[in-house]
């Protein structure tokens, strides 16, 4: 197979952090605020001001809080386990890596023993039907690692007795979502946005609110964690207060990414965006030979983390150990080419590829992005 020779314009596909927005241009950002107090009037204004158009974007419903903490969307959703689980019981979807690890924080570090853990392997969901929606849910609504996501918040009842928390980190801003369903939201800004780590976004509904209101925890609450105290909602949070320094650099950054996203159309122009780019690579897979999607049902393909596995069967009789140092092989030829970077598949995910789909991401760069795939997978099982 001939080298192709069109090149995709940017080789940035990887699924954390994200490429930059198209024309980011980091000298036209205002510094005024570097160097001064997050807590004077103009940098807090800044803070406050991530918080309002995210919630315009995203339409969040009037009566939810949305805050930003430390430790980016781990941050978050751990400050949420932390603060409010406990008083029921507790159920988990996992499906792939970044599930497994809230339900080990559940199970080992909560040591919640009457939980249950909802799993399915790379490619699946679990039966979401299984779940008791009296009970406190945790589940992530694209898992990164695998590329499956839930198609919708349909199977979410709108009574409910407990809580859903939902890290949304690799959907918002990306896919439609019903907030209205989900008690608990968290992302950051180095995933869709194409914003710099460090920073997480908690979305609350009133009943979230109610329950670090009226339930206190029986473990310590490190303060990073820290939503409520002596049996006050930490308001300020809400508010551009946040709970230790933030990167104002950041801040400024995420303004940036939130500007750009209004300028294409708010949250309908940024899903359209990466509907098509999954649609470009669903146009490559019908026709392939040898790669598939990793997601074994379409209706829950993701359109940020796009994940592929390899269904050639000379390939499969490999040993994972020589699958994956293949895979290594055509990601380090892309590399060298300068057409792909990160696009392997996660570390603890079956061997294959992942494409950042996500609305940062020019449908075009993937579309040139695809024979370059096929050339590369070629030339290393020649
Ligand atoms: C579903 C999910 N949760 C959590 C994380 C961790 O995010 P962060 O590093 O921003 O805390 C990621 C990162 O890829 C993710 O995809």
């Not at 107090?37 to 009566?63: G, M, N, T, Y």
């Amino acid at each position: 197979m001939s080298k192709p020779s069109k090149k995709p314009a940017s080789a940035y596909f990887s699924s954390g952090p994200c490429k930059k927005r198209p024309g980011w241009d980091m000298s036209k950002f205002n510094f005024d605020n570097l160097g001064r107090s997050h807590r004077a009037k103009p940098a807090k204004a800044k803070l406050q001001e991530v918080i309002e158009k995210s919630k315009k974007i995203l339409k969040l419903p009037s009566d939810y809080y949305l805050g930003i903490v430390a430790g980016s969307d781990t941050g978050a959703i751990e400050s949420a386990m932390w603060s409010m689980f406990g008083k029921n019981k507790v159920e988990v979807l996992a499906w792939e890596s970044f599930g497994l690890d809230w339900a080990k924080t559940v199970t080992d570090q909560l040591k919640l023993k009457d939980s249950i853990v909802h799993k399915a392997d790379y490619g699946k969901l679990p039966d979401l039907s299984k779940v008791n929606f009296s009970n406190d849910i945790l589940f992530n609504w694209n898992g990164t690692t695998s590329g499956v996501c839930v198609p919708n918040a349909n199977w979410i009842p709108e009574q409910r007795d407990g809580l859903v928390l939902c890290d949304a980190t690799s959907a918002v801003f990306a896919m439609e979502m019903d907030f209205k369903k989900l008690d608990v939201v968290t992302w950051s800004w180095q995933k869709v946005l194409g914003g710099e780590a460090a920073h997480g976004m908690i979305a609350l509904s009133p009943k979230a609110i109610e329950r670090l209101a009226t339930y206190t925890p029986s473990w310590p609450i490190p303060k990073i964690y820290r939503l409520a105290s002596k049996g006050k909602v930490a308001e300020g949070v809400f508010k551009g207060e946040t709970i230790n320094t933030p990167s104002m650099l950041c801040v400024e950054d995420a303004i940036d990414s939130l500007d750009w996203l209004e300028s294409i159309g708010g949250l309908d122009g940024a899903i359209a965006r990466s509907k098509k780019n999954l649609e470009t690579v669903k146009d490559w897979v019908k026709n392939s030979n040898w790669a598939d999607f990793l997601c074994e049902d379409q209706n829950n393909l993701s359109s940020t983390s796009i994940c592929l596995k390899v269904k050639d069967k000379s390939f499969l009789s490999l040993s994972e150990d020589d699958q994956k140092s293949k895979i290594k092989e055509i990601n380090n030829l892309l590399d060298k080419e300068q057409v792909a970077y990160d696009i392997n598949s996660y570390r603890t995910a079956p061997p294959g590829f992942r494409i950042w789909g996500g609305s940062t991401v020019e449908s075009s760069d993937i579309e040139n992005l695809l024979p370059w795939l096929d050339w590369a997978y070629a030339v290393v099982n020649a």
